[in-house]
């Protein structure tokens, strides 16, 4: 494991997080809540954050712990797939983001398109469903599943929206500078596996 502080540190924020969630005795919420502090000064001396800082990003949420969930738009034309350059690093990504409350992964995936490339789609089916701890990105706070649902261009035009600056079609040896903490490689090519096979059965971790 190439960066085992951060995942301990993530281990023993869920526990202390779930803890909290059903401690019903103050003994507990105390033990529970120095457990979480102690996950939080983990991240923040990795990180060089200040505790605060890491407290809002990293421990913030109540309840029961689960992973975040990604979900990215896979879109073929002329044997090349669409990305797009994101503001925040300049590099290139399939479009997409955070599940919505309230939307199955089918509409975030066509609303993320939509949002970030300007075109309207049609979600066609799901390619894969990825751990992000099982792929060599850069250490995040999170447990994220990653979801990639492949759609078709129904309607609209190119147009970057207000998270990303530039939108293009790249074949699979002319990939862009990669956005690692969205999408890697690997994960590219692994989509151009059922662009190659279109009967290529859903991948998992």
Known sequence: MKYPWIEIAKKIQALAQSGLTYANNSYDIERYE?????????????????????????????????????????????????????????????????????????????????????YAVKALRLLAVMDKKNHPHPPSPYHIYKIFIQCEITGGAPKAGMETSDVKFFGKNELPELSLDRNTQCQIYKMFEFLDDPHKPSLFD
Request: with cysteine.
């Open 34 to 118: 120095a457990l979480r502090d102690i996950s939080i000064e983990m991240m923040a001396l990795f990180s060089d954050m200040e505790m605060e800082q890491v407290r809002e990003l990293f421990a913030n949420e109540t309840g029961y712990q689960t992973p975040k969930v990604d979900v990215r738009g896979v879109i073929f034309q002329e044997n090349k797939i669409l990305m797009v350059q994101e503001n925040i690093d300049g590099c290139w990504s399939l479009p997409g983001g955070w599940a919505d409350i309230g939307l199955s992964p089918a509409e975030v995936a066509v609303k993320e398109v939509l949002e970030e490339a300007g």
